[in-house]
């Protein structure tokens, strides 16, 4: 029994399979189905959009789907190819191959394992808490950026003229030159694409059988274009023949050239995955009391993209849309997935004459409208109202992707957010306090009416201090005592620090030996344990002219030599 508790934990699958309830399958049957309808064309155009051809899509819409419902730890997140997984391959792989080539798609397949890989041992290692790294700021500017530069790519598949580019101003330069030879169908195809994703899946929201017909209304029309295009034989770029069928297995070939070239790609673009995929799958657990364990999530993902490489595919990850529909047309459980996966093995079995039916154009704007859903302005306002500084690092991030690329772009991310958390525990916040009358309570001076000492200075640490900011500490504590000519105490109150680092504790030890010259003695309250051990440990305890104490109050009360209160 504890071995198959402890087996359970790696495949949540045998957590939920055996109490499957038969309630449970119509949901997973009816969400399959629609995910299905959706994923179809999508897998297809993703794959164009990372230079593969249309096939590698839909591999790797299949044994993805399967191998993550052994792991998911989310009974409603849904794997498959994504616009910026497939943007981000694109841009990985373009200077290493010709785009489409056999050497490009076993070098797709190459960039899934290694990344499927990186996830997985961050799970096995128990190490999410990296992909933490980046600030939400930075995602949403990494997402809108990269949407951005989506839109910018598919205008010119969307409008039948030939342009080449991976960074903005390329793309913007070549596609004013191409504007005489655009045509209008593209255009056509977003318009009414539009309306069906949007004021008419509105409308259709009030009558019967509303809600399906509104998830599946842009597929109808998809249909209708492409029926239209084939019978009055429009002239415009179609997908053209491809061989689909069931996906062949194989282990990509990995050299010391293609690991020295696709590790830190690899890295990228399985952090950027995840954390698409955590975000949509945290969100919708809040919805139904359920919970997530990240590193399962990260063994979860890290399977399907193995499995993908394995399959002829390309990396994946969980879709925002994708997996907000899934659990919208009623999936309770992770077999949704699977058979979504049968129906488009089916579908990839016996329709690949039909789907080579569609229009190139069509594909082009399906992808505009998801990635224009990327582009998120909103948050960037609240996060500037918020703090300048979180809406800096989205714009910012957002540039770095449009002005170096998506891949270059996240990097630019990650350091980013990395400079922001420095900067901000680099400047603590420190309050000289004092007592909040006939109370035990100390609060800011400069916001409440309290009671000081004219010998005492009480300031409140409020950040764990470290080699990063204990120079800032040392230069305010200095300003506030001569500010205080009177001072014979100076007590830090340490409530709200979690560490001190050795470098700080030789810091503080310093500081007391400056102030003995000027019969200053440093005294210490409110210590939580982990740091007291740590200090224990070492000589600045020793060092202190002054006294630990266990509360803010009984130092003041014992340091003022008083019971009650104590004045000005």
Not at 304 to 327: H, L, Y
Not at 464 to 479: M, P
Not at 492 to 518: G, K, P, T, Y
Request: hydrophobic share 55%; glycine share 8%; charged share 10%.
């Amino acid at each position: 029994m504890t071995s198959l508790k402890s087996l359970a934990k790696f495949f949540p699958i045998l957590q939920w399979l055996p109490s499957y309830q038969k309630h449970s399958f119509a949901g997973d049957l009816s969400a399959s189905l629609i995910v299905a309808i959706l994923l179809i064309p999508q897998s297809i155009a993703y794959a164009l959009l990372a230079g593969l051809p249309p096939q590698a899509g839909i591999y790797a819409s299949i044994l993805p789907l399967v191998v993550y419902a052994f792991f998911a730890s989310s009974m409603v997140q849904s794997v498959g190819p994504m616009a910026i997984n497939a943007i981000m391959t694109a841009t990985a792989l373009a200077p290493l191959a010709a785009t489409g080539s056999s050497q490009y798609i076993a070098l797709a397949a190459s960039l899934a394992l290694l990344s499927g890989v990186f996830l997985t041992l961050l799970g096995l290692f128990k190490l999410g808490f990296i992909t933490q790294l980046l600030s939400h700021p930075v995602i949403n500017g990494f997402s809108s950026g990269a949407a951005i530069l989506i839109v910018l790519g598919q205008i010119a598949p969307l409008l039948g003229v030939s342009i080449q580019g991976e960074h903005v101003g390329q793309l913007l330069l070549q596609l004013m030159l191409a504007i005489p030879a655009m045509q209008p169908f593209g255009l056509v195809c977003l318009g009414l694409l539009w309306l069906a994703g949007g004021p008419l899946a509105k409308r259709l929201q009030h009558f019967s059988h509303g809600p399906l017909l509104s998830k599946i209304s842009p597929l109808l029309l998809m249909l209708v274009i492409t029926a239209t295009v084939y019978f009055l034989n429009i002239q415009t770029k179609l997908i053209g023949a491809f061989s689909a069928g069931l996906p062949r297995l194989f282990w990509p070939q990995l050299n010391q050239t293609n690991l020295a070239q696709l590790w830190l790609p690899a890295i990228t673009i399985g952090l950027a995955g995840f954390l698409q995929s955590i975000t949509i799958a945290q969100s919708l657990a809040l919805k139904t009391k359920r919970s997530i364990d990240s590193n399962q999530e990260l063994i979860g993902l890290g399977a399907a993209n193995i499995a993908a490489a394995a399959s002829g595919g390309f990396p994946v990850s969980g879709g925002f849309s994708r997996t907000a529909v899934n659990a919208a047309s009623g999936a309770n459980t992770p077999l949704a997935g699977v058979m979504t996966a049968v129906w488009i093995a089916l579908a990839a079995h016996w329709l690949s004459d039909y789907l080579a039916l569609l229009p190139l154009p069509l594909l082009a704007a399906t992808i505009i409208l998801v990635a224009l859903r990327l582009i998120d302005f909103d948050f960037f306002l609240k996060s500037w109202r918020y703090d300048s500084s979180d809406g800096a690092a989205f714009i910012c991030t957002a540039i770095a992707v449009l002005a170096l690329g998506a891949m270059l772009g996240i990097v630019a991310g990650v350091g980013l957010s990395l400079l922001l958390f420095l900067y901000r525990s680099s400047q603590p916040h420190i309050a000289v306090v004092g007592r909040i009358a006939g109370t035990e309570h100390y609060r800011n001076i400069r916001r409440f009416t309290t009671q000081t000492s004219d010998h005492i200075v009480a300031v409140r640490i409020d950040e764990s201090l470290y080699f990063g900011n204990i120079a800032k500490v040392q230069t305010e504590l200095i300003d506030i005592l001569n500010k205080a000519s009177n001072t014979q105490h100076l007590l830090l109150i340490m409530s709200a620090v979690n560490s001190i680092d050795f470098s700080a504790m030789q810091a503080i030890s310093l500081l007391q030996e400056n102030l003995r010259a000027r019969h200053i003695k440093i005294h210490l309250a409110e210590i939580k344990g982990p740091v007291m051990d740590h200090l224990r440990r070492s000589e600045i305890l020793e060092n202190l002219d002054g006294e630990v104490f266990l509360s803010a109050h009984l130092a003041m009360q014992t340091l003022s030599g008083i019971n009650e209160d104590f004045s000005i």
